[in-house]
């Protein structure tokens, strides 16, 4: 079964959290200082506690500490500015790129070319900097691009005839 929509929960310091209601419903009963549940009949509710549980904990962390990715934006001439609440980025093209900010989200600009994605929803954070790295995803031979500040490019050594040695056709 699947989680029903989302909806609208007083959160803690931060922002207002999403709360999941789930078709999973345990009830605990106390007896003699011993906490007994009822054993589980249906095996979607094991199923689905794992991720009630995952949800539950990041929503806590959303709301106490905020979630945030960060990324870089490596390049000659690619940058990015801070413009209101959105983000305009040059990064190559013939039009500047401009990046709005989805609710919930604040779109920062570090030193050295580094954008920071911060917000209380961990998947809405993450599918952000996503999106903002799709644009110009990283590339394996100069490494110009988009990536994580975490994120290794793996770098290609590039055609092995362009040290203009003997060979080829004439």
């Known amino acids: 079964m699947a989680l029903d929509r989302p909806h609208e929960q007083g959160g803690g310091e931060l922002e207002p959290q999403k709360s999941y209601r789930t078709m999973m419903q345990q009830e605990i009963a106390q007896a003699d200082e011993e906490l007994q549940r009822p054993a589980r009949g249906l095996l979607l509710s094991g199923i689905i506690a794992g991720l009630t549980r995952s949800l539950l904990n990041n929503m806590v962390i ?12 490596n390049g000659v001439g690619y940058r990015a500015q801070k413009t209101g609440r959105n983000l305009t980025m040059s990064l190559g093209f013939s039009h500047p790129v401009i990046v709005e900010a989805p609710e919930g989200i604040e779109l920062n600009v570090g030193e050295r070319n580094t954008v920071i994605v911060a917000g209380v929803d961990k998947q ?26 975490d994120e290794v490019i793996r770098r290609k050594a590039g055609k092995a005839g362009k040290t203009g040695g003997k060979g080829g056709k004439k």
Do not use: D, H
Request: net charge positive; proline share 8%; glycine share 14%.
């Open 62 to 73: 959303g709301t106490s500490t905020g979630f945030q990715k960060v990324l870089e934006i």
């Open 124 to 149: 809405l954070v993450g599918e952000v900097a996503a999106n903002i790295r799709s644009l110009r995803p990283p590339e394996p031979y100069k490494g110009k691009g988009i990536k994580y500040a």
